[in-house]
């Protein structure tokens, strides 16, 4: 394969990972549907054994996510939190892991209610609180886990500082990178370990499949990555990995919209009577809007605001739209609407949900990439019907 590292991501996007093939010359990376392959003499193979060990259609996939994120080595999985479960394979009994008080749930999850029972310790703190980080840092933490823009209060974390404190630790820093995307923030540049991905969500792109992935520059690291890969089994299938493929060519075009259109919902939103606070990295009023501008080439799809009224009348809200799809998932093309308190954060109780800022009225939105006029009459007319 060419090195494509000089071309830029909305070419590499499309390209990198991929070459027409050498038989047929079919210009599509095919679904290579076989768990076994012809070997010459025994141990004699071609590259492939076993397609839980490895796959060309994944081969693919995990060489054109690795070039989006300007990564030499990709590993993809059944979804993402086999890539999560994966980068906590590398740690030990006994190890200690920092991360964020509001990271994705699922990741939550794991950690509290798989992890702790192996004897790995999580402490979740502030991650735009640096000083809380250092602080939560010890001699026994080998992990930092650090998302950003994170959900659904789309608080924006300082890659390159945190990547800093994790390596004065001799910590690995691993981002999540599922809501930002490679064409909007790439954190190996900024200094991060490990990328993980929820090929779910914007790299997918199309709600259809469900999908991880892993990126480092780190050989040593992506051999033990591997290793866990191959010995856990969390792989993608192959016609979920050509799906994947499908959806990252048009990355960079669905992005730009995908921002164009949240960046003008936000602003209106800000404007309008029936909304208290908008929680969009791209507006001023964002606490972190300059960290978000310094990491990010562009402020992604997902924003939230607070509804100026009741849990019942933010239930309406979101129950009224039609153009907007009540639904929890995010990063396909079609818009979703969903309620936190009573959905994606419901388990979390009332009086600790609302002391993390997730109020009663609140509702997080995917922007699509419908015409955001639509999407501003979805709304205004969903407003109405819930005050
Ligand atoms: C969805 C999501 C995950 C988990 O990915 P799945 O593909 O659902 O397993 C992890 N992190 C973030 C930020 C996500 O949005």
Not at 103 to 121: A, K, P
Not at 248 to 275: F, G, S
Not at 290 to 304: H, I, R
Request: proline share 4%; aromatic share 8%; with cysteine.
């Amino acid at each position: 394969m060419t090195d494509d590292s000089e071309e830029r991501i909305e070419t590499r996007a499309i390209h990198a990972g991929q070459d027409p093939d050498e038989e047929t010359g079919a210009l599509m990376t095919p679904i290579f549907a076989n768990s076994t392959y012809v070997q010459d003499g025994p141990g004699d193979h071609r590259g492939y054994e076993y397609s839980r060990t490895g796959n060309p259609t994944r081969t693919d996939l995990e060489a054109n996510i690795a070039s989006l994120e300007g990564g030499e080595y990709g590993r993809a999985f059944s979804s993402g939190m086999g890539s999560i479960n994966t980068v906590l394979n590398l740690l030990e009994a006994g190890d200690h892991v920092v991360t964020g008080d509001d990271v994705y749930g699922g990741t939550h999850r794991i950690f509290t209610q798989v992890y702790e029972d192996y004897d790995l310790e999580f402490d979740f703190v502030d991650t735009t609180d640096h000083d809380a980080v250092e602080e939560a840092m010890g001699e026994e933490t080998e992990l930092l886990w650090v998302e950003t823009p994170t959900n659904p209060l789309m608080r924006v974390n300082d890659i390159e500082a945190l990547a800093d404190v994790a390596h004065e630790y001799d910590a690995l820093c691993a981002v999540d990178n599922t809501f930002a995307t490679p064409y909007l923030q790439r954190p190996l540049d900024l200094g991060a370990d490990i990328v993980s991905h929820s090929l779910t969500k914007y790299l997918g792109g199309h709600s259809d499949v469900v999908g991880g992935a892993l990126v480092t520059n780190d050989e040593e690291l992506d051999e033990r990555l591997g290793f866990y890969q191959n010995s856990v089994g969390a792989t993608p299938s192959p016609f979920d990995c050509f799906l994947v493929l499908r959806g990252t060519k048009t990355l960079p075009v669905r992005m730009d919209r995908h921002c164009d259109n949240a960046r003008e919902l936000a602003q209106w939103l800000e404007d309008h009577d029936a909304v208290d606070r908008v929680y969009y990295p791209g507006l001023e009023s964002h606490p972190q809007h300059d960290v978000a501008e310094k990491q990010m080439d562009d402020f992604g799809g997902m924003l939230s605001f607070e509804l100026d009224g009741t849990l019942e009348e933010a239930s309406t809200l979101v129950s009224e739209t039609e153009v907007f799809t009540l639904a929890e998932s995010l990063g396909g093309v079609e818009s979703l609407i969903e309620q936190p308190a009573a959905m994606t954060h419901a388990a979390i109780p009332r009086e600790e949900r609302v002391a993390a800022g997730l109020s009663d009225g609140l509702v997080r939105v995917s922007v699509g990439v419908e015409h955001v006029d639509d999407l501003k009459a979805d709304l205004e007319r969903a407003f109405e019907a819930a005050l």
